[in-house]
């Protein structure tokens, strides 16, 4: 609570701060942003957007076409520069000290997105310390040795995406 993020960031004051801001954003009809699904209205689409643009359509104020926004795993360091004082990495991290001679990549990622949005079950490549800075975020985390159990998707490049709904597994 103590990072300047915490009190200073919300999607209206990160649209208003950066309004023309160009973001790479996924728009989905349905609440799950499932890159797997094809067909007529179901397929996830990916388009440069103004982050203005963005906050007034996931604030519902430019709402006409019963899509979902979502901004996803932007790279603070390449694309909000500014915000990195914001953020402080817990000094448990590896590589959070510039003392620290790991060479594992510290990165920081921004997800922006209306109420509801949901990403598919997935693994993450890199180790994660999440911070939700605004709003709330449910997980759902299975061991390791599940991995087979959630069929990913080896024949294609969304290789860490799952196959499996979890709120509708077979």
Request: hydrophobic share 30%.
């Amino acid at each position: 609570s103590h990072w300047p993020a915490c009190s200073g960031w919300s999607p209206e004051s990160l649209a208003r701060s950066f309004p023309d801001r160009e973001v790479q954003v996924s728009s989905s009809r349905l609440a799950l942003f499932d890159y797997h699904v094809r067909g007529e209205g179901h397929s996830v689409r990916i388009e440069p957007m103004a982050l203005s643009e963005l906050g007034e359509r996931i604030s519902g104020k430019e709402r006409d076409d019963g899509a979902r926004y979502y901004l996803q795993q932007a790279d603070v360091e390449g694309v909000f520069p500014e915000l990195l004082g914001d953020i402080e990495f817990p000094h448990w991290i590896s590589g959070a000290n510039t003392e620290d001679s790991s060479d594992e990549r510290l990165s920081s990622q921004l997800w922006l997105g209306e109420s509801g949005c949901i990403s598919p079950l997935h693994y993450d490549m890199f180790n994660n310390c999440f911070a939700q800075i605004f709003g709330t975020k449910k997980f759902i985390i299975a061991p390791p040795e599940s991995y087979e159990d959630l069929y990913p998707s080896v024949l294609d490049e969304k290789f860490h995406l799952s196959r499996v709904d979890p709120n509708r597994p077979d």
